[in-house]
Each structure stands twice: as structure tokens, then as C-alpha cells.
């Protein structure tokens, strides 16, 4: 199969100096990746350390909701565990990473 000669384009050299700097190539692919850190990764890390700080300063009797909405006062601290008082008598063990929130004191008795 032969093309007529219309249908075949020469493509013309590039000039000496067009080519420019090959580090613009590359400048928007970093500024990208930067802006994508401190857009989505450093915020989501900062929260990470708040979480962890508040984990690790839970004490006995701190009120706490937990990742399912359940409210409670903490009855006991454990390396990996706590135990949350939901009802008079009523305690539910739970892992320290699933306590979502600390309320501030007096706010179970006002509701």
C-alpha cells in the first residue's frame, strides 16, 4: 500500500537554542510533589502527633468519646487498653487508638 505524497509531513529540526534548560523540565514535577506535602502529608502527620500526645496524657476519670460515638469516663489505664465507664456499673474495654476526643471535665453530667 502506497500514500500519496499530501499525506506525508516533514517535521522541521528543532532550533539550536529552543531545547532550553533540561532542569525546567523537571522544576514542575518537584514544585508538585512539594506542594502535595504540605497540602495532604504534613497536615495528616501533624494531626497523627496531636492524637498520640492525647492518648498518652489520658487519666482516670478524663471523659472520652470514642471512634463509635460512645461517651464515658475513663475507669482504668492500660499499657495498650482502657476501660470506659458508659453507665453506672457498665464498663467497656477498649483499645487507647479508638478513644477519639477528650471532653472537658463535667460534660457527661450536664447531658
Known sequence: ???P???????????A???GNPLFGLAL???LIVVMFF????????????H?????ALAKGDEVVTNGGIAGRVDEIGESFVTVEIAPNVKIKLQKGAVQQ???KG????S
Open 107 to 110: 460534660t457527661l453530667k450536664s
Open 1 to 3: 500500500m502506497t500514500f
Open 102 to 104: 477528650v471532653l472537658p
Open 5 to 15: 505524497m499530501s499525506f506525508v509531513m516533514a517535521q522541521a529540526a528543532p532550533a
Open 39 to 50: 497540602v495532604m502529608i504534613r497536615p495528616q502527620m501533624k494531626r497523627q502527633k496531636e
Open 52 to 56: 498520640r500526645s492525647m492518648i498518652s
Open 29 to 31: 514535577p518537584v514544585l
Open 17 to 19: 537554542g529552543a531545547q
